[in-house]
């Protein structure tokens, strides 16, 4: 197994234990791979340098025996020859190259491709193959002919082999050439698996898969012949005039469409082993207690699986026309919320996945779905910026019923979430839009056809919200947790809506996309995904970037993360990937206790760290703060304390070089004056100068003031003036 990216490397696996037994790294990215039938040498084309290397992986060197950069276009498809390991294939869309390697040379030969003498065009190639039993290689073109080449006669090295011939064989494009004893064995883009002799005759095909174009076919070692269960009458016959017995093992066949099949070798009957997501997965969620995961993709299938046992419970398949987009089960377990590319909007039975209502209001990709506490409500939003309810209705006939839709948002909604209001069991529905408000809607006094919304509030002056999540209740005062696109957090009072503290958030290189609590053992995480990054945050957020651990999630890009009823597994989704996590919070505690406590950690975020001169400098502000309190000019005696009052604080900041906004300095005072407000009912006047270091890491710009803000604003200001 090869991979390409940063750190890419070639795994060699023990099929029996399903362990890595050989790690071979800097390869440059893997284009193509192939290893001998003896398992003893490893060939590779490297994506970086179009090099041709090879390795006897079975050494302990870590050089490859060979490297040779090829002069060609980049090699596709690499295969050994099943019968002499020191002979491989390759090919290219246009061509087809020859390797030959021995103790002391290796040899690559490019064959011309004569299209005069044969009157026709030659190319197209998808794979290559060594004919069994002799020296000839047949290579599969996009035009259904195989081209076949041989020893050109002349050379002593068996890898100058020339175009002896060209076969049409099929109307269909070519995806899969391979052998199988004495037989050539053909797949085609229509999803036949054909078996050829040695002159190209055909002896047998299997077209019943019906699961597309075929990407590979693979054998078993036992054949028919070798089994004395007296079975052997049912052997299929040749589709040739003598009928003979048509004998080869079992196979299996995968395809484009991400379906495994097996053909008993007995039999021509097909089973379908496996069917999987081809198309990119961003709808997912888990069941509410039992061990069930929902997976949607966009070519229409509908997975659930069991993924503590690894197996499949149920699916639905909608077809290739109707994407899935969102999923969200219940709070009970009952229902399971589908929604669609085109905007169509299924409850579906969460065992047998039968639909119970359809709604086609919306005209826009649905982007999310959330169902209240009750599983009374289910709100969904789509891509035009609008909001749809639903309400669950009593009448058994018509269990659920349309509401209304409203477009409270003039950009794109980040998030819908239903919370609960204080001291009640009334839920609440609000939305989070691009465009910076934070909308509620007035679900309970909403009439048919008519949404209502109850207030709209501006959440962020300059930065842009990027996700956002109720805060688990660990403090007395119920908090709605927001990320922006500045690598902040920020906490709002879920009455109010008031920012009440800024916190800075990790700094991955991208934003927070997807926020999900999480609970263990009494204890409180947070599990987040950034753009390819999944990582995982103690709480309380207070800042301290050692609370904090990520990795790579998904090269390609993540799209989803939730996480199991008891917070032992994450789920994330990326490309037509679902990857399930097992959450281990004792290492992010061990990694956070290394960082230092108190005011170590944000000492680190100090340019110099403790010593260095920015914390000096604070220093000397604050006490110098205190001097202006007391009057510069005084010759009373000076009074040098812990505290200075919160007016000091932006004077402070701006000393510092950092200049906020009124809006900033304004969450500034108010972060420090209600601290303890809901504790002692009193509100504080003065901060220490370990809070002003907290507050300044965490209110100040991540990443500096960059120099095309500045000169955005002094465009604007020559503006104004005219």
Known sequence: MGDTGPDNMISVWDLTTGAPIRNIFDVGGVLSLAISADARYVAAISVATNEFLVWDWTCE??????RKEIDAQPQTFLAFNPEDSSELVSNSLNEVIFYHFDSENLTVHIPALPEKDFNRSIGNFSQSSFKPGCSEVVAGSKDGTVTVFDYDGISENSAFKKVIKIVKLIDDPITVVTVFDDLVVVGSRDGTVRFYDSQMRVKNWYGTFDAGSIDSVSFAAKTPADDKSGEGKAIPAQSTLTAEPFIITDFTVSTQESIVCQVPARTNRVDRLLQEHNDSIKAIDTHPFASNLAIGSYCGLLKVWDYLNKSEINRRDFG?????????????????????????????????????????????????LAFSHDC???????????????????????????????KA???????????????SNVPRLLSL???????????????EDNLLVMSTDKMEQSAIPVSCAWYPPINKEHFLLIANSEYKYKLLNATTKRCRKTLMGPTLGSHVQKIVNLTREGEQFMAFITEDKLGMTLLPL?????????????????????????SRFLFTAGGKVCRMWEVNPDVLKGTAALGGSGLDPFYELLEGGKGGPLAREMEEYFYYAQMRAQSVATTEHRKVGKYVTLEEVPNIMRALGFYPSEL??????????????????KTVTEIDLATLIKLYCNHRPVFGLPLYKVYDSFLTLAGADG
């Open 61 to 66: 060197k870590e050089e490859p025996l060979y």
């Open 320 to 368: 290739l026309s109707n994407e899935i987009t969102a999923l969200c089960y219940d709070a009970i377990g009952e229902h399971l919320a589908v929604g669609f590319y085109d905007g169509t909007i299924l409850v579906l039975d969460s065992v047998t996945l039968e639909t119970q209502a359809e709604f086609t209001h919306a005209k826009a990709l649905i982007t999310q």
């Open 376 to 406: 009374i409500f289910l709100a969904a939003t789509d891509l035009d910026t609008t909001t749809t309810l639903i309400k669950r209705s009593t009448d058994p006939e018509t269990p659920w019923i349309y509401v209304g839709r409203n």
């Open 409 to 423: 948002h003039y950009k794109a909604i980040v998030n819908i979430l239903f919370g609960v209001a204080l001291d």
């Open 433 to 447: 839009g691009v465009d910076r408000n934070l909308v509620e809607y007035d679900i309970l006094n909403s009439t």
């Open 542 to 566: 207070d800042g301290n970037p050692h609370n904090t651990t990520a990795l790579l999630g998904h090269c390609d890009g993540a799209t989803n993360l939730v996480s199991c009823p008891h």
């Open 664 to 681: 900033q300095i304004q969450d500034m005072i108010n972060e420090v004056k209600f601290s303890q407000y809901v504790e002692t009912g």
